[in-house]
Structure formats: structure tokens, C-alpha cells
């Protein structure tokens, strides 16, 4: 098993539905972190979550929403999707003193 | 607050030919500086980090990189270039403190190996 799993991997959505994306690891590791690519924009962070009890907003946190349900499992949610959102997801985590991340292999969301 | 700016989106090489794949930054506070590799439907994977030990840092697949704190600069490089090396590259930096561990990323470099 992969050490962090996103799921689903590809999903396809309509505008203004809501749509949860998950994110589980088996690294034990304490931070966690939800990023979006696109295209010639690199990747840009939403939320992270540096313990269960620690949540943060990213530099586009704007229409997305995070819940940390334990150590292990990271979920961001979308509220009412929207075109501009599509996108690939990562959900990535570090370890305290690490200073590098292990990332999921991704979620492809399309908003129709 | 901590930057990136990866300079040309894409580069194209020969095998056999050095590959450099630029990178700069901008911190506050003497910076972690990472590379990332990501393959075609995948997610990335480091490649190398700079910590503040050794200013030449080797890692996998024969790439290196320099931190130069002058130039703000850690561009990566590879003597010869491998077909497999086809992929995009990300530079990312952490600035410590508060934000330590929280990576900021540039906008990729895409690298095309011709046989």
C-alpha cells in the first residue's frame, strides 16, 4: 500500500455540487497539507494541519474547506464546486525536523 | 515571506547532454531548498534537499545542486541526461520558524530528452 492515498483518483463533478476529497497515511506523520497544480502555476498551497488539533488556511483556501478526522486521514472538501477549480489535487505530509514531503499521487477534478 | 521562481518552463536537452534546470529564491530567514520530480500521472518525488549542511547536494537518479546564498540561487544539474529524466521538476523552499516545514513552490520546469 501506498504510503499516502488519495482518493478518489479522477473525478468528474457539476457545478455547484459538493465534493469531498480524501487523504490517509501510514507515515505517522503529524503535518499535513492539501495543494493544487496547475498548470505553469506550479503548486499552491490550500489548507495544513500541523497536529489533529491545528488547521490553517493556505494561500487559495478561498471555496475549499479541510477536516482533520485523526493523525492518519485529511479531507478537503469543496462547497459548492465551481469551473476554476479544476485542477489536480495533492495531499502531502512531513515530519517534524524533516523538512520534506511524501505526496499522494493525486486527485484529477473536473467541474462541468 | 518565501518565493520561488523557476527561470524557463521548459528545457530541452539531448541524451547525453548536461542538464541545468534554474532555480531562485527569496527568504527571510536562511531557507530549506528542495527538488521534486514528477513523472507523467504521478505525484512528486524528491529528489534532493538542502539543509543547511553541505552547499552541494547530491541525490537521487545523479542529480546535484548547488545553494549559493550570494546568488540566491540552487539550480540542479546532471552530467548526461537519460531519456528516463524526461519529467517535470519543481524547486521549493521552507523558511524555518513558524512556517517551518510549510513548502513554497515554483511554477515547474518541464524537461524534454531527444534521443
Known amino acids: 500500500d501506498a504510503d499516502v492515498t488519495q482518493t478518489p483518483r479522477n473525478r468528474i463533478t457539476k457545478t455547484g455540487k459538493r465534493i469531498m476529497l480524501e487523504c490517509s497515511q501510514t507515515?505517522?506523520?503529524?503535518?499535513m497539507y492539501w495543494y493544487r497544480q496547475d498548470p505553469g502555476l506550479g503548486l499552491r498551497l490550500i489548507y495544513y494541519?500541523?497536529?489533529?488539533?491545528?488547521?490553517n488556511k493556505g494561500e487559495i483556501s478561498d471555496g475549499y474547506s479541510v477536516s482533520r478526522q485523526a493523525q492518519a486521514k485529511f479531507s478537503l472538501s469543496l462547497e459548492s464546486a465551481i469551473p476554476n477549480q479544476t485542477a489536480l489535487y495533492f495531499c502531502?505530509?512531513?515530519?517534524?525536523?524533516?523538512?520534506?514531503?511524501?505526496f499522494g499521487s493525486g486527485t484529477r477534478l473536473t467541474v462541468v | 515571506a518565501q518565493s520561488v521562481t523557476q527561470l524557463g518552463s521548459h528545457v530541452s536537452v539531448s541524451e547525453g547532454a548536461l542538464v541545468l534546470l534554474r532555480c531562485n529564491y527569496s527568504?527571510?530567514?536562511?531557507?530549506?531548498l528542495f527538488w521534486y520530480v514528477q513523472y507523467p500521472n504521478q505525484g512528486l518525488q524528491l529528489l534532493l534537499k538542502?539543509?543547511?549542511?553541505?552547499?552541494l547536494v547530491k541525490g537521487i537518479n545523479g542529480f546535484e545542486a548547488e545553494f549559493k546564498k550570494s546568488e540566491t540561487s540552487f539550480h540542479l544539474t546532471k552530467p548526461s541526461a537519460h531519456m528516463s529524466d524526461a519529467a517535470e521538476y519543481f524547486c521549493a523552499v521552507s523558511s524555518g520558524g513558524t512556517s517551518y516545514g510549510k513548502l513554497t513552490f515554483g511554477q515547474g520546469t518541464i524537461l524534454t530528452v531527444h534521443p
Open positions: 502531502a505530509t512531513s515530519d517534524v525536523g524533516e523538512g520534506g514531503y511524501t
Open positions: 494541519s500541523f497536529d489533529v488539533k491545528d488547521i
Open positions: 527568504s527571510s530567514v536562511p531557507p530549506y
Open positions: 538542502y539543509t543547511s549542511a553541505a552547499t
Open positions: 507515515k505517522g506523520h503529524d503535518r
